[in-house]
């Protein structure tokens, strides 16, 4: 168990861009199905003939409200700026990402030349491959995060609780404030946690 100096302790504005971030990768997710959804039923339409032309309109509109819907929600949280680094870091390297095929559509149509294209195409690399080292410096740091509170007992420090107020170093009130704060922290750990499963599992 790690000991109390140990613990990478969360502001609050930490904690909250978890959450949001959590938020975030659910709602991409959400997204990403909403768009599968639509070209399954495209499918059914086109190919199988296996709804008609207003059950497919029907059907449609009920998805792309769900996938406008979806859009803004994430563009909400995504403005907000309240979100952990790693999020920050993986959008700017789909920026630079992007750059780069734009450059290499510029060079196959012969509009800038190989000297251009190799001094920009260097910048951009080198600014990806630091975004990489960075994320994956954020990613160590997230984990290490979920393991340290993982592996805080909770229950034992109740139970030590308990004992403190059974041998009288505590009186009620003051066992009832410490069991309070205690079970707030369990709960957040496992919000923590979960959100933070949520945000590597989406990396894989």
């Keep these: ?9 969360l502001t609050d504005t930490q904690k909250e861009g978890l959450r949001a971030t959590a938020q975030i990768v659910e709602l991409e997710k959400r997204l990403k199905e909403l768009y599968e ?14 709804i008609d032309k ?3 309109s029907e059907e449609k509109d009920k998805y792309l409200k769900r996938v406008e819907e979806t859009k803004n929600s994430l563009d909400v949280l995504r403005k907000s700026g309240n979100k952990v680094e790693l999020i920050t870091l993986l959008d700017s390297g789909r920026q630079f990402q992007s750059k780069r095929e734009k450059l290499i559509h510029l060079l196959r149509d012969k509009k800038i030349s190989e000297s251009t294209f190799s001094k920009m195409d260097l910048d951009y690399q080198m600014k990806i491959d630091e975004i990489e080292q960075n994320v994956a410096t954020e990613i160590m740091r997230l984990e290490k995060i979920k393991e340290q509170l993982e592996n805080t007992s909770y229950d034992l420090q109740l139970e030590e609780a308990y004992a403190r107020k059974a041998v009288g170093e505590l009186n009620e009130s003051e066992y009832e404030k410490t069991v309070a ?10 919000e923590i946690c979960s959100g933070i499963e949520k945000i590597l599992t989406s990396l894989e």
């Design 1 to 9: 168990m790690p000991s109390d100096k140990d613990l990478v302790e």
């Design 37 to 50: 959804a639509l070209e399954m039923l495209e499918i059914r339409f086109t190919v199988e003939e296996s």
């Design 54 to 56: 207003a059950e497919y």
């Design 181 to 190: 704060e205690l079970k707030k922290k369990q709960k957040e750990a496992i």
